[in-house]
């Protein structure tokens, strides 16, 4: 009888622990947000027989600590460098390595006032903080952002990035590894308009600029939107200073949509950003960019058209020129994009076209891509 009393008491101990952690798990997951990609792309492209599988998985975890305090952490399963997991045709399947890209926590006590320390992306017109295949420029530090009515000021100081490791400019960082990087910023909206001004300094390595300004409107069932951006960056090593400016519009009219941009660099240097995808940089479509490439002009123009709510084609062409005392470069690429959104998390698009190059064999190349968000 005995016995049979304690296994009694243990068992309600055990049962009251139970309930116990599962109402303080209950409380504690609802203070916590989790989002993220999941994104599979494929590449190939001829006549050179490659291809190319690339796989990325991201997942960001946002969990309230207090009233003003938050936690931030992002985890990526990709390659080494927080990039997809890129698999070519003379590969073996490789698996995906998993690390802890963000760490850090954000304080929202001021009024219009947002302060993150820790490890976190670094948000700028000069890097991809977050992509759901590329890489992500990160760096520990501190960043803040505060707001005026329509006058938004930023302002960050990291004593260390992945630069050397992310990017299209990591030869800058080779020796240069622990440099701190700082970036002050300010937007402005007011009628339709969108101002911002931003600068960021990386120690001995380099100073850039970036001034961009776009409006947009509507008139009846006439949508568009007009850009134009200018950026330098100045290397200190090597005394390149690089520039490059851009313009574009986008219209919508019904169903249908259509979209051009030009933009230059000047003779020295197209280099205006950590990475080339970034808004300081021009890169559009698909192969080809004008980020990163020295007295050169680039193209983008396409036309699309949503067949249904879910699916919609498009036609997209880039026209890339590159000249110097050496001679000319002319790039050119043409594709047809069919892109369907099965639901408002599930995104899927299917690419195939060619790629001219001087001197060189036309090339065709072809893309499928999954998207999967959560």
């Known amino acids: 009888m005995k016995t049979i009393k304690l296994g009694l008491i243990a068992s309600m101990a055990v049962c009251g622990f139970t309930s116990l952690s599962a109402q303080n798990l209950t409380e504690a997951i609802k203070n916590v947000d989790i989002s993220g990609t999941v994104a599979y792309r494929y590449n190939d492209y001829e006549p050179s027989s490659s291809t190319q599988n690339n796989y990325k998985v991201a997942t960001s975890i946002k969990s309230k ?22 698999n070519t045709s003379t590969q073996a399947d490789s698996n995906l390595a ?26 700028s017109p000069f890097t991809k903080s977050r992509d759901a295949m590329g890489d992500e420029q990160t760096g ?52 339709n308009f969108n101002i911002d001004a931003h600068y960021a300094k990386a120690t001995d390595v380099l100073d850039a600029y970036t001034v961009g300004i776009d409006y947009s409107n509507s008139i009846n069932d006439f949508k568009f939107k007009t850009f134009a951006r200018y950026s330098s960056l100045s290397e200190e090593v090597s005394d390149i200073d690089n520039s490059l400016w851009k313009a574009g519009i986008k219209v919508n009219k019904g169903i249908f949509g259509a979209f051009v941009a030009y933009g230059e660099t000047d003779e020295d240097g197209g280099s205006v950003g950590i990475d080339g995808s970034s808004t300081s940089g021009f890169d559009e479509h698909w192969r080809l960019a004008l980020s990163n490439n020295a007295d050169s002009s680039m193209l983008f123009a396409d036309v699309d058209v949503q067949i249904t709510p879910k699916l919609n084609l498009a036609l997209k062409y880039s026209d890339f020129d590159a000249g110097d005392e050496s001679g000319t470069v002319d790039k050119n690429e043409l594709y047809l994009q069919a892109s369907y959104k099965m ?32």
């Open 98 to 123: 998993v690390e802890l890209s963000e760490a850090n926590f954000s304080y929202t006590g001021i009024k219009n006032t947002s302060i993150t320390i820790g490890k976190q992306g670094i948000v």
């Open 140 to 191: 520990t530090g501190i960043s803040a952002m505060t707001s005026f009515g329509p006058l938004s000021l930023s302002a960050a100081y990291y004593n260390q990035t992945n630069f050397d490791s992310s990017g299209n400019i990591q030869s800058l960082f080779v020796g240069y590894e622990g440099a701190d990087f700082m970036t002050v910023g300010a937007y402005l909206s007011f009628n």
């Open 343 to 374: 639901s408002s998390n599930l995104l899927t698009y299917v690419r195939f076209g060619e790629l001219e190059i001087d001197d060189q064999d036309d090339a065709t190349m072809g893309r499928l891509h999954i998207q999967y968000s959560f």
């Open 65 to 86: 600590v207090n009233e003003d305090v938050t936690f931030n952490s992002r985890f990526l399963i990709g390659d080494k460098t927080a990039q997809a997991v890129l």
